[in-house]
């Protein structure tokens, strides 16, 4: 289970007892077109905030300048078997109440389901399930295959 | 006992960085060029027609601490120089060649600064700490170390900053909340750095041609000479896991930071 709460400049994130949540962003490429490899971050906590500004308290930090999508996905042990539930969020227009605001909910298939983003002949693979990681592999490996997609010569 | 009160240009800290004495860091991103072989398509029909090697730009975050790096990033800092700070969502970006670190200002009883700093008198040699800008036994005795917050820099002792969540060899993140949501392996992290107990092997001078340490007057005697390192070693579990040190040159009087 995960559940957020846009609050001010806060949005505060709930999950189940023994979850841990990672958060991060959807499409890892900042406002100068450079692929990112992140380090999701972690929270072992079942109540925490997450922000962007830096100047607030909260528990996470947001540092990406885009607004670009984030997301917060949750994991857990049932029985054998893992689990994840995830939100995704987005900074909310000016003017609003909130600075975030949440876009889409993702249960345990959505995390899961292969996505692809194609372009020319590169296929980019992922899953959210895989930011639920305490290693970056997959981070470098996306961002690596990013940069490629971007650097695609056409003649 | 020579008991120095703690200012920025003791440390060697510019004016205009003074302020990041209040920040952690919160991450750090490196620019990473490499080479990618990447396809070369042909736009009218959509083919690939070759391969090519292209040197291609992307960046690596490495998260709120990467050990052996925090204390160039503090040298430089010392100075001013190679970086360009601006402000970012409340915080700051400080800008270098090869990448950027994200600070922002500290939260209540979260350490953003700790630093060593030593005189002498002769051959007796003074170990001034000052933790959050107060001399290190007077800062304890007020403050109970376990209700700050620890993100503890491994090489923090003379550095600004600058942050302090642990990314651990696997990756993952340790951020120092409380005990109960630790990881084990790192809640003797705060027990163990105990600076005020005189038997506590986290911090001590142990390279020293006469170590002899006074606790009382936070002094040791030396020989004409010879070359003093404090060392900041933290052991949890028994094994040491970090170091840092600082060095001061007893001929020339000059105070070295590790870089």
């Keep these: 289970m995960i559940k957020a709460t846009p609050k001010g400049d806060l949005l505060e994130i709930e999950v189940s007892p023994g979850s841990t949540t990672y958060i991060g962003v959807v499409f890892p490429c900042g406002s100068d077109n450079i692929p990112f490899a992140q380090i999701p971050e972690s929270s072992v906590r079942s109540k925490f905030t997450v922000t962007d500004r830096l100047d607030i308290a909260a528990d996470e930090y947001l540092i990406h300048e885009e607004n670009q999508g984030f997301c917060a996905i949750a994991t857990w042990l049932e029985g054998a078997v893992r689990k994840y539930a995830g939100i995704v969020f987005s900074k909310a227009p000016q003017g609003s109440e909130n600075r975030f605001v949440v876009t889409e909910e993702l249960p345990h298939e959505a995390c899961v389901l292969w996505r692809q983003n194609k372009v020319g002949v590169t296929v980019d693979n992922w899953r959210f399930s895989d930011l639920a990681n305490v290693n970056k592999s997959e981070e470098i490996r996306r961002a690596r295959m990013i940069a490629v997609q971007k650097n695609t010569v056409y003649i | ?259």
């Design chain 2, 1 to 259: 006992m020579n008991k120095v009160e703690y200012s920025p240009d003791i440390l060697g800290i510019i004016p205009e960085n003074v302020f990041l004495e209040d920040c952690v860091m919160v991450s750090r991103m490196n620019y990473k060029p490499e080479i990618l072989t990447v396809p070369v398509i042909e736009s009218s029909s959509g083919r690939v027609v070759r391969t090519e090697k292209k040197q291609c730009l992307w960046m690596e975050q490495l998260g709120a601490q990467s050990l052996g790096t925090d204390l160039l990033l503090s040298g430089e800092l010392r100075s001013g120089v190679n970086c360009e700070i601006e402000p970012f969502n409340g915080g700051y970006k400080i800008k270098f060649p090869t990448g950027y670190y994200v600070v922002r200002p500290r939260k209540e009883k979260e350490f953003s600064s700790i630093h060593s700093y030593m005189t002498k008198d002769e051959t007796k040699v003074y170990n001034n700490i000052f933790i959050q800008k107060m001399f290190y036994s007077d800062f304890l005795l007020t403050n109970p170390l376990s209700q700050w917050r620890m993100p503890f820099s491994p090489e923090s002792m003379s550095s600004f900053a600058v942050s302090w969540q642990m990314i651990d060899a696997n990756g993952g993140k340790w951020e120092c909340v409380s005990p109960a949501l630790q990881k084990p392996a790192y809640t003797p992290r705060l027990k163990h750095f105990a600076i005020l107990d005189a038997s506590a092997s986290s911090v001590g001078i142990v390279q020293a041609n006469a170590p002899g340490y006074d606790v009382g007057s936070h002094s040791f005697q030396v020989t004409p000479g010879c070359k003093i390192r404090l060392v900041f070693i933290n052991s949890p579990l028994g094994a040491k896991e970090w170091e840092s040190w600082s060095e001061l040159d007893l001929d020339s009087g000059e105070i070295k930071f590790k870089l």
